[in-house]
């Protein structure tokens, strides 16, 4: 049996909240997929790094391991079903099968500025079948595999920006807090849970790309005058992945700083 056990004696024993288990995170090469994933492998679970950026993945995969950790780095386009099944079938290859999958991959930090209305219809159609169908293509992609180990846990990251003006990447946050809803109801009966983490104004470098000077001004809305860190999203991460929540599905849980309020 697993131990969920997060107290210090039972970290002194090297026994994490995922150990043995096996995660898929996309989007792991930077930001905070990275953090996802080199916090899921001190818990003792063994990770794919899933990204298209060839050279930081495999970088990650190897801190991991440098670390003490187990990762292999399989590079992977979310919006593509073979990818996706290419990346499923490695991790069953390295690690024996699939425990849980983290849909952290994203357009955002080269994510180009535009209304609904204007947007160049191919841009925009690239960018949805990344930001949202992509958690739907992996997720298609992972879950026999997880049904055979007895189930698991989806992480899709959202945003807050589904609730507020955000044009297409708001739009995008909206159909990925839907999939997870959705999702959690056909896949529920296999013991596979799904749920959502909405990020606030986190400071990354991607942010600090689109937003500027800008977030500065973000902080005055929220209850906790500060950026969000990378480090703040990890404890929501692996609450949601591991047996702690296993009552918790369907759920999109904002870590935000009280950015949003919401019924």
Not at 5 to 24: A, C, H, N, P, W
Not at 49 to 58: C, F, H, M, Q, R
Not at 170 to 199: D, S
């Amino acid at each position: 049996m697993v131990s969920t056990s997060s107290t210090d004696e039972g970290r002194s024993t090297g026994v994490g909240r995922l150990q043995d288990k096996v995660v898929i995170v996309t989007g792991a090469a930077q930001g905070i997929g990275e953090a996802y994933a080199k916090a899921i492998a001190k818990e003792g679970a063994a990770v794919v790094v899933a990204d298209l950026n060839t050279d930081s993945g495999e970088r990650v995969a190897k801190e991991i391991e440098a670390d003490g950790g187990r990762a292999v780095f399989v590079r992977t386009d979310v919006s593509d079903q073979a990818s996706a099944e290419a990346a499923a079938a490695a991790a069953v290859e390295s690690f024996g099968g699939i425990d849980g999958l983290v849909n952290n991959a994203a357009i955002y930090g080269d994510m180009q500025f535009d209304l609904l209305i204007s947007v160049d219809w191919d841009y925009y159609r690239r960018f949805m079948s990344v930001n949202m169908d992509g958690a739907l293509v992996m997720t298609r992609a992972v879950y026999t595999h997880m049904q055979k180990r007895g189930g698991g846990s989806i992480v899709n990251q959202s945003s807050t920006a589904a609730y507020l003006y955000s044009g297409f990447y708001g739009l995008a946050k909206v159909g990925v807090n839907g999939l997870t809803q959705q999702l959690a109801h056909e896949v529920g009966g296999m013991g596979i849970r799904v749920n959502a983490i909405a990020p606030g104004p986190t400071d990354t470098a991607a942010t600090r790309t689109q937003a500027g000077d800008a977030s500065k001004e973000l902080v005055k809305n929220l209850a906790i005058k500060r950026m969000g860190q990378v480090d703040d999203m990890v404890g929501a991460c692996l609450f949601l992945l591991s047996d702690e929540a296993a009552w918790v599905t369907a759920q999109i849980l904002a870590v935000d700083g009280g950015q949003v309020f919401r019924p």
